[in-house]
């Protein structure tokens, strides 16, 4: 299984980006999928999931600005983010897990099987 990752950069503080998981397997569907970050000196951080049936799981820091979905038909997971802080700033992970369906919590994602090769994000005047 293959994650690709893209749609990081640098934003100033208030700003969007758009991030994108591209994954290679065509039952991902059927998979608990997220995103997990990592802000240098910090531990990676799950913060946003979803699970087969759609429903989500997210980090309370993130709640109203953030927001998850996919596209089964293009098999690409998004990460919408708005009103990005400087402390967004870090490494996004696309994650992923068959096995995980019905356990697919933020606090449980740093812990997937399949992890993309990250994306950076900056938030910064």
């Known amino acids: 299984v293959q994650l690709v990752e893209s749609g990081g950069g640098l934003v100033q503080p208030g700003g969007s980006l758009r991030l994108s998981c591209a994954i290679s397997e065509y039952r991902y569907s059927t998979y608990c999928m997220g995103w997990v970050r990592q802000a240098p000196g910090k531990e990676r951080e799950g913060i946003y999931g979803i699970d087969s049936d759609g429903s989500t799981s997210y980090l309370d820091s993130v709640k109203g600005r953030f927001s998850i979905s996919k596209d089964n038909a293009k098999n690409i997971l998004y990460l919408e983010m708005n009103s990005l802080r400087p402390e967004d700033t870090a490494m996004y992970y696309c994650?992923?897990?068959?096995?995980?369906?019905?356990?697919?919590?933020?606090?449980?994602?740093?812990?997937?099987?399949?992890w993309g090769q990250g994306t950076q994000v900056t938030v910064s005047s």
């Open positions: 994650v992923a897990d068959p096995s995980a369906r019905g356990y697919c919590y933020s606090s449980r994602l740093r812990y997937l099987r399949y």
